[in-house]
C-alpha cells in the first residue's frame, strides 16, 4: 500500500471505510476493484492536491463518495499508461481511442 501520501498517516484508522466501500462494489458486481486500487485512485486522483488541515472525516468521506466509474476509468487509464493493456495491433488500439 502506497504510504508515501500525505493521507497515508491514516491510512490505518480508515481501512474499514475502504473495506466497506469495496464490499458496496462488490454488491454492483465488481469484485476486481480491491483495496490498493481504490487507495490508489484516492491519493492520485481524488487527493492530488491535498490538503494539509483535512479532518478525518472529510477522508472517510471522500472514500465512501467515490464511484465505481472513476474508479474503473482511472484503473484503465493507469493500466494503459504502465502497459498493462496492450493491443495485439494498432488498428484495434486506434478503434479503440476513437
Same mark, same amino acid.
Given at each position: 500500500?502506497?504510504?508515501?501520501?500525505?493521507?497515508?498517516?491514516?491510512?490505518?484508522?480508515?481501512?474499514? $471505510?475502504? @473495506?466497506?466501500? /469495496?464490499?458496496? %462494489?462488490?454488491? %454492483?458486481?465488481? @469484485?476486481?476493484?480491491k483495496?490498493?486500487e481504490?487507495?490508489?485512485y484516492?491519493?492520485?486522483?481524488?487527493?492530488?492536491?491535498?490538503? =494539509?488541515? /483535512?479532518?478525518?472525516?472529510? /477522508?472517510? $468521506?471522500?472514500?465512501?463518495? $467515490?464511484? /465505481?466509474?472513476?474508479?474503473?476509468? %482511472?484503473?484503465?487509464?493507469? =493500466? %494503459?499508461?504502465?502497459?498493462?493493456? =496492450?493491443?495485439?495491433?494498432?488498428?484495434?488500439?486506434?478503434?479503440?481511442?476513437?
Amino acid at each position: 500500500m502506497e504510504q508515501t501520501h500525505q493521507y497515508g498517516r491514516y491510512y490505518k484508522q480508515v481501512k474499514p $471505510a475502504l @473495506e466497506s466501500k /469495496i464490499e458496496e %462494489f462488490k454488491l %454492483f458486481g465488481y @469484485e476486481q476493484v480491491k483495496g490498493p486500487e481504490l487507495w490508489l485512485y484516492l491519493t492520485k486522483k481524488k487527493w492530488k492536491k491535498p490538503k =494539509a488541515d /483535512i479532518q478525518l472525516y472529510e /477522508i472517510v $468521506a471522500d472514500i465512501l463518495s $467515490a464511484k /465505481i466509474g472513476d474508479v474503473m476509468n %482511472f484503473t484503465t487509464v493507469e =493500466a %494503459f499508461k504502465l502497459g498493462d493493456l =496492450a493491443l495485439d495491433n494498432e488498428e484495434e488500439m486506434n478503434k479503440l481511442l476513437k
